[in-house]
């Protein structure tokens, strides 16, 4: 035993000493940090903390940008945000999702022979939150005007030098992208010639989205003219696009192309400012969204990894491994069943989800020799003094034999990683954000003249309530997301801000991200590259009509060691292997030692951070 212990130190020594040579430098910074997806949306937020702008106008600013920018969201799409205001010690949840359009409804769709809303176009469309998520963060919380905020946005709108990751997407979508004639004229303004699309460097110009973005200022400046406060002149630049002109060439471009979204839809709609959940993790409390996003998962995951000693296992060792992936797919298979609008009956069970003592009967379950395939959804109203009602679709469930295994396919990797931002603002005041903003992604259908792309989210609902109860197409209703901001505080202080890009993995490379500063000791930029795994074994919440989980699926580093492979293996795991599996983390450490902030910046693809 104690050459075992002597071997797992040794291992533990020499992969953090791996872990510390990364590819980026952290950032520290004493008076505020500003990390997105794109360094051009990283200099906005920049800009405006020089302007004097608190953490939540940067961000706003750097949503804005991002938004502009199309390849991974657009400004039809949803944002989610939790913001801690350290005047009040609170963190606050920001519900900025679209819903579902009038007729929206399960009938309308298996009419149509479809068994999962569509993946693109105007029936994959949510109402577009973004504008609203924007303006409602900046009334509420922040300090400057809507025209200071989107400055840099209308500025990138005029024209920006577009980046190659963007202007190739647009020159692979181009097929789909036809089928939309306002999406052809502005993604594709070389028509007819072999590239359509815009090449690297190329200024890209948007003159309806610039249009749309100037009304919003225009309301708003108009409103100041007529003596009105901050506030209320940014919530007229919101009423103009939810009711005034915006909205209806929004809604006339959506229908003319065979969209739902009616003006009655836009104008009901409203941003929730919530209550956010929370556990607490060996003294961390962790703050995540409610049920109509995954976050309340990795809570769970958190709960059941409790119960088990992870350090003694050594940092990715096949022990560890085998534990955190076993937790995943349990905490993932109750957000399968579970999970949906809270505005909408029938009530969640999220009293009975996130309790500790269903967390230990949960991991009982873990075999720690053997894959659990497959892992089913429990029954944690009994944890809130109830009873399921609905033990007669968890039978199905439960019924249902075991999943043939099928390599995932490109496709499928592609739905399961699919991609967004995040963004990450922090100031001296102590105002942190956090931000995973997305939808409305290339290819995106644009609605009419406003420039702006329509949200692709609906495809995330369900048709059929044995899948999920609590996530039926509805409308007026949220679908349930992927997308998962985080916060942890400690000893009653900010201690992390945390998000990440892609799709059902979110979590899982939150999750891990987590574990490795506060059980291994990493710094932040240590703990955003360091290596990953990712369990296929859940139901996808993106794609076409594969959803369907991959027993025993799993991805893991191409540096794991032969030995950690084989005891995978006999556990029961089919493995793929990629050469960087960290997933695209941006972070915040807050280190209360020295009053300064330590920011981590992904080495995944385009990320960027500025700090002062």
């Known amino acids: 035993m104690r050459k075992f212990m002597v071997l797992t130190c040794c291992l533990c020594r020499l992969l953090s000493l791996q872990a510390q040579q990364t590819q980026k430098p952290p950032l520290h910074a004493k008076n505020w940090l500003a990390i997105t997806g794109k360094p051009l949306a990283a200099t906005a937020g920049a800009a405006i903390f020089q302007k004097g702008g608190n953490a939540v106008d940067a961000a706003c600013a750097m949503i804005a940008a991002t938004c502009t920018m199309w390849d991974v969201l657009s400004w039809g799409g949803e944002t989610q945000a939790l913001i801690y205001n350290p005047h009040t010690g609170k963190v606050i949840g920001i519900n900025a999702l679209g819903v579902a359009p009038t007729g929206a409804t399960p009938e309308y769709f298996k009419s149509k022979g479809i068994h999962y809303v569509p993946e693109y176009g105007p029936l994959a469309a949510v109402t577009p939150g973004t504008p609203g998520g924007i303006c409602t963060m900046l009334a509420e919380y922040g300090t400057m005007s809507l025209k200071e905020v989107l400055t840099p946005a209308m500025q990138m709108a005029a024209g920006y030098p577009i980046e190659a990751q963007t202007a190739n997407s647009m020159e692979r979508g181009k097929e789909r992208i036809k089928q939309w004639p306002y999406s052809k004229a502005v993604f594709l303004p070389h028509a007819g010639q072999e590239r359509e699309a815009p090449e690297a460097g190329e200024i890209f110009k948007q003159t309806d989205l610039l249009e749309t973005l100037r009304k919003m200022v225009e309301s708003e400046q108009q409103a100041l003219k007529k003596g009105k406060s901050r506030k209320e002149a940014i919530y007229a630049a919101y009423a103009r696009f939810y009711t005034g002109d915006i909205a209806k060439e929004f809604v006339r471009g959506c229908q003319e192309q065979g969209g739902l979204i009616t003006e009655a839809d836009l104008a009901k709609w409203k941003v929730q400012i919530e209550e956010p959940m929370s556990v ?105 003094g109830k009873t399921n009602p609905f033990t007669g679709y968890l039978q199905q469930w439960r019924s249902n034999k075991p999943l043939a295994y099928t390599p995932p396919d490109e496709k499928y990797m592609e739905k399961l990683w699919l991609g967004t931002t995040s963004v990450e603002a922090a100031d001296s005041a102590g105002w942190v954000v956090s931000v995973t903003p997305s939808g409305g992604w290339l290819p995106a259908c644009i609605a009419g003249r406003t420039g702006v792309g329509m949200s692709q989210r609906m495809q995330s609902f369900v048709l059929d309530s044995v899948l999920d109860p609590f996530n039926v197409v509805e409308p007026g209703k949220h679908p349930r997301v992927t997308l998962t901001p985080t916060l942890a505080m400690k000893d009653g202080k900010p201690y992390l801000s945390f998000a990440v890009q892609g799709g059902d993995t979110q979590d899982q490379n939150l999750l891990q991200f987590f574990l490795n500063v506060t059980e291994f000791g990493m710094t932040v930029q240590e703990a955003v590259e360091a290596p990953n795994v990712n369990t296929n074994q859940l139901y996808l919440s993106l794609g076409g009509e594969d959803r369907t989980p991959k027993p025993g699926s799993l991805l893991v580093n191409s540096n794991t060691p032969d030995w950690i492979r084989r005891e995978l293996i006999k556990m029961g795991y089919k493995l793929m292997y990629e050469d960087r599996t960290s997933g695209p983390v941006n972070a915040i450490y807050f280190d209360s030692r020295h009053g300064t902030m330590w920011g981590g910046s992904s080495n995944h693809g385009e990320d960027y951070g500025v700090g002062w």
């Open 280 to 384: 607490n993790y060996k003294g961390v409390e962790v703050y995540k969204l409610k049920q109509w996003t995954q976050g309340p998962a990795m809570l769970q995951m958190l709960n059941i990894l409790e119960n088990f000693d992870l350090k003694s296992m050594g940092y990715n060792s096949a022990r560890y491994i085998h534990t955190v992936t076993q937790a995943m797919q349990l905490a993932f298979a109750d957000r399968d069943f579970y999970y949906g609008d809270p505005y909408f009956a029938p009530e969640e069970p999220m009293k009975g989800l996130l309790s500790k003592e269903y967390a230990k009967e949960r991991a009982k379950l873990i075999n720690p020799a053997k894959n659990l395939s497959p892992a089913l959804p429990g029954d944690p109203y009994p944890f809130e």
